[in-house]
């Protein structure tokens, strides 16, 4: 295949059953802070102490510096996010509501370092073969750019409802699909053996609820699915990496520069329109939202505000 080197039916039907995982432990999540909490406090205390020191121990593929950063950092955003949406002082205090938006760039800049690392990399590395090349560097330059195009924070409101989402109305599709494209190509390019989870299935698990669940509320999506999935991949590395489930990444070079080629196209015209509607509408996208002035952004907003 293509993009890997093969995908059989129990494959598929395996990535299917994840993506379902994800979606029902992401909507358990929204149902009560207590669960939320017992998932993503009290469940990651007694792994990293108890468990991830023998699962993701240095030299395994998850034992990197990379997957540590990324599970803790995603699990602070994910009770930044229940502080917001259960502590109404937080909801209305712009410092903390600053929080999510910095750390999801953080969250980014942290694989473009790891993208831009990768480039002088060309055999197994912690565990996972890489294949480096120009593509890390496009898709880098994809990440900042994706970085650069972040607006609206500002305006996050926690909505009407028992769930309290937290919704970003500013945060629409054609910021979250750029999003996915660099967010394929880095896990592709760096961690090419995970990236039919890691990649495809985890990015749907956060998408379809965006776009078909609770829309607003892609980041919390986002920081849920992600954080289960980092501490079920670092529970369980042999699920990825050796089980008859495991999908191997194909190292096609053509396959590697057209995924980042593609993801740094999308980004590229992601900030054209975001450059464009700054200085149409004349809004400092650091301090006030960009795009109040769209039909998808009024939805949201009168959905939940």
Known sequence: MFLYESLPWYTVLMGFAVLAGLMLINELARVSKWIGLGI?????????????????????????????????????????????????????????????????????????????????????????MITGGSWNIMNGIAGILNILAISGWTGIIVSKGRKKDMIWPDQLWFWIIPYDLWNFAYVYNCIGDHSFYAGIILLLSCTIPAFFIKKGAWLQHRAHTLAIWVMFAMTFPQFIDTSKFAVKASQNTTALFIVSLIALLSNIALI??????????????????????????KEVKEANA
Not at 60 to 73: D, E, I, Q
């Open 40 to 128: 993503f406090f009290v469940l990651p205390i007694f792994l990293t102490f108890w468990v991830w020191p023998k699962t993701a121990a240095p030299g395994t593929s998850v034992g990197t510096w990379f997957h540590y950063a990324k599970v803790y950092s995603v699990l602070i955003i994910t009770l930044i996010i229940m502080g917001i949406r259960y502590i109404k002082s937080w909801a209305n205090n712009k410092y903390i509501l600053a929080l999510p938006a910095l750390l999801l760039a953080i969250n980014i800049l942290e694989a473009v370092i790891r993208d831009f690392q990768c480039y002088s990399y060309n055999g197994f590395v912690d565990g996972v």
């Open 272 to 297: 054209v329109y975001h450059v464009y509607m700054v200085v149409k509408t004349k809004r400092n996208p650091f301090k006030e939202e960009i795009y109040s002035d769209l039909e998808c952004y």
